[in-house]
């Protein structure tokens, strides 16, 4: 439509009753109408498996696919195509999209409805109070009727030099004439000259960096760092699981030792507010706020105004607790967190000081609304919805903020570059906190999981509710943002489990197999744009955990906006030669390891534990000895490859024949780790990380991806060396083992 040129930036849409029909379009048959429904609303109809073959969806999968979308439809062709109709007339009917994300220095173009012959005054406030113009654009959409309105269409574009950020665009509209905004009586009275009240509407206008470039500096000056599950990393302090304390000694010790720019770690997200909790990180209440069980309680100033006899209680809970640190036996979070909160609740009682009072003050005014809905959330679980309890939860928040920031600082002040990595879960837990008050985003009537493939060959089921893409961006994407500076607030940089779920999340419908999912896609520009965002306002980094089922071209959209992907030794394919990846072709924008958390430590994963597991489990579809002989054959491919390099000289396995090799015929494991952690550090990858399992020896499997805990002890695994002795991180630098991976790790 041609902007008003009386009016600017009014418009003024032409008088007609034209109708768009969709319902015109003509299907085969009432699945193919079926699928044209799935696909207008973003759900895969078929995709390409694992394994290189296309899969077509069931009809069945669509239908409930589209009622967790709360998309209620008969599979007959007639209510799938009014039900096509309906979507589209109700883009049409909002006179503001629901969000505008759009990339710095970018013309982007946003369509804004009102009633024919309507005026549209459209104004933009910046994050900072002050006012932009909009210009109007030629737009000769025809208006649309729809349920007796007929709506128009004008299309206006955002200035280039916005400045990164949350901005609002407003819409004021006025029928009967453009005398209506002239400031009469009429419109001063908040209705137009017929006596029709003005259209007003706003929405959130997000601008975006067009490139991260917290990246850069790696990019040019590549750095390590060492990556652990910091509850199975534990000191003599510790309450038999690793907490804060304990965090910042680890990012002292690596920094010191092995050489770390950073320090990665498992998601911190809360879990249940008291036992029975859920033992694995990535299945948490709520993504936002922390896990009180990384509390160390001796660090928090008031536990010295305890009086003796409260101590003297607390410390013969905790005795029994540090015992723990020097077994090997499983972490058991129940007794340990029912221990702490016994303490952390009389610690509570106490008064604070002042200055200490003043503090939590602030922060309770900072963390606002989400806050207080988090402990009410936390408070009902025990049944109470008494000051007091909701105190509690807020306060534990507060110090694990505190001792969170510490740790942080302690990880500069070691001279690391980045400091702590923090990990992001893809989901949360379906009966959390998270599921409750964010409950309008999310599509509880499916789950967030993975399709089959070569390690998990039944699919997996992570029983996550997923984000609704419509609800989500109904809010402004508001909850994504809020998450985002939670978890940045002390972290240099974030790891984002599996970020292929910012594009497509593989939704199951509730209580049905993984086999029968399909791929949910979403608004990808906007994720991926809030997020990087958010990075570049905390000075962090961002990788993308971007392993498993996906299209190239998503690695490219992330690598243009500065987002680092994930590269994992044992994955990786020369894209040259038929083999494994060259050193010199590994991603320049990218952390790059041997191992991953979901995998066996790499002493384990070359005696083949990872196959050994899933057969003691009944995970395999085929059979032991073809798993064993195409694995171990990769496996020996990739140790010639390293063999290329020279990375064996000087041990007994230099020149090395390793075609046809046995898993014990390939030499001591430490020439093997020394030289596989050496060839990654000399990949041109920004970011290169070290497991401390591998530093240590050990081979037992912190996760099991596809099982729960009545088939394996998934994220309950201490730090232990080969022969299962615990290891605590003040025995770290001696070990010979740990000292020559970590300097084989060494960026030079």
Wanted: glycine share 8%; with cysteine; hydrophobic share 40%.
């Amino acid at each position: 439509m041609q902007p008003d040129k009386q009016h600017e930036p009014c418009y003024r849409a032409p008088q007609s009753t034209k109708v768009a029909i969709y319902t015109d379009v003509t299907y085969t048959d009432a699945s193919a109408a079926l699928a044209a429904l799935a696909d207008t609303y973003g759900i895969a109809t078929s995709y390409w498996s694992a394994d290189g073959d296309h899969i077509t969806v069931s009809d069945d999968t669509l239908l409930k696919t589209l009622r967790a979308l709360d998309v209620h439809v008969d599979p007959t062709e007639e209510s799938c195509r009014a039900a096509i109709q309906h979507f589209h007339d109700e883009a049409f009917a909002r006179p503001l999209p629901p969000c505008v994300v759009a990339i710095q220095g970018d013309a982007h173009h946003i369509n804004v409805h009102v009633h024919d012959g309507a005026t549209a005054d459209v104004t933009l406030t910046l994050e900072d109070g002050s006012q932009r113009t909009i210009q109007q654009v030629e737009n000769w959409a025809e208006p649309r009727t729809i349920d007796g309105i007929t709506w128009g269409e004008a299309t206006f574009v955002l200035p280039e030099d916005l400045p990164l950020g949350w901005h609002t665009l407003h819409l004021h509209s006025v029928d009967g004439g453009s005398e209506g905004t002239d400031g009469d009586e009429g419109d001063a009275a908040g209705v137009d000259n017929q006596g029709i009240e003005p259209l007003t509407a706003s929405c959130d206008v997000v601008i975006t960096p067009r490139r991260l470039s917290t990246a850069d500096r790696y990019v040019e000056h590549p750095v390590g760092g060492v990556m652990a599950q910091l509850y199975s990393v534990r000191s003599e302090e510790s309450w038999g699981i690793g907490d804060f304390h304990d965090l910042a000694e680890l990012a002292r010790i690596t920094a010191e030792h092995a050489h770390a720019d950073f320090l990665l770690i498992n998601p911190l997200h809360a879990a249940e507010p008291f036992p029975p909790i859920e033992n694995s990180p990535y299945l948490p209440t709520t993504r936002r706020f922390i896990n009180p069980l990384y509390i160390h309680v001796e660090s928090i100033p008031e536990y010295a105004d305890l009086d003796s006899e409260t101590r003297g209680r607390i410390d013969a809970l905790a005795a029994p607790l540090k015992d723990s640190n020097h077994s090997p036996d499983y972490i058991r979070r129940d007794p340990i967190y029912s221990a702490k909160l016994y303490a952390l609740r009389q610690i509570h009682a106490l008064p604070r000081s002042p200055e200490r009072d003043a503090a939590y003050q602030d922060y309770l005014a900072h963390e606002g609304h989400g806050l207080d809905d988090f402990a009410r959330w936390c408070a009902a679980q025990e049944n109470r919805d008494d000051d007091a309890t909701i105190d509690f939860y807020r306060w534990l928040q507060w110090i694990c903020d505190q001792q969170f920031h510490a740790a942080s600082a302690a990880a500069y002040d070691a001279g690391m570059s980045i400091g702590i990595m923090a990990d992001l879960a893809v989901g949360v837990h379906p009966g959390g906190a998270d599921a409750t008050n964010l409950a309008g985003v999310l599509a509880p009537g499916a789950s967030v999981g993975a399709p089959a493939d070569g390690y998990n060959q039944n699919g997996q089921d992570w029983s996550q509710p997923p984000w609704h893409p419509r609800k989500l961006a109904e809010a402004g994407y508001r909850p994504w943002r809020d998450m985002l500076r939670t978890v940045l607030r002390h972290s240099g940089g974030i790891r984002v489990d599996h970020i292929l779920g910012l594009f497509r999340l593989w939704w199951i419908p509730r209580g049905q197999s993984p086999l029968t999912g399909t791929y949910v896609h979403y608004d990808y520009n906007a994720l991926v744009g809030i997020l990087a965002l958010e990075a570049e306002r905390a000075g962090a980094v961002v990788i993308g955990e971007d392993l498993g089922t996906f299209e190239q071209w998503v690695q490219d959209v992330l690598a243009a906006r500065g987002i680092m992907g994930t590269s994992i030794l044992w994955f990786e394919r020369s894209p040259s030669v038929d083999g494994p990846r060259h050193q010199d072709e590994y991603r320049s924008l990218a952390l790059s390891s041997v191992t991953t958390h979901d995998l066996p430590p790499t002493a384990g994963y070359l005696y083949g534990e990872h196959i050994a597991l899933r057969d003691r489990l009944g995970l395999l579809i085929r059979d032991t000895e073809t798993e064993n002989s195409e694995d171990l054959a990769w496996q020996n491919r990739i140790l010639a490859r390293i063999g290329e390099y020279g990375l064996f000289d000087g041990t007994a396995l230099d020149g090395h024949d390793f075609d046809g090799a046995a898993r014990d015929e390939r030499g001591d494991i430490t020439d093997l780790l020394v030289a596989m952690h050496r060839y990654i550090a000399g990949t041109p990858s920004a970011l290169t990380c070290t497991s401390l399992v591998d530093m240590v020896g050990d081979i037992k499997a912190q996760n099991q991806p596809g099982t729960t805990h009545d088939l394996y002890p998934n994220w309950c695994i201490p730090l232990c060396d080969a022969t299962n002795t615990p290891i605590l991180i003040h025995d770290l630098p001696a070990l010979p083992l740990f000292r020559a991976v970590a300097e084989a790790s060494r960026r030079r």
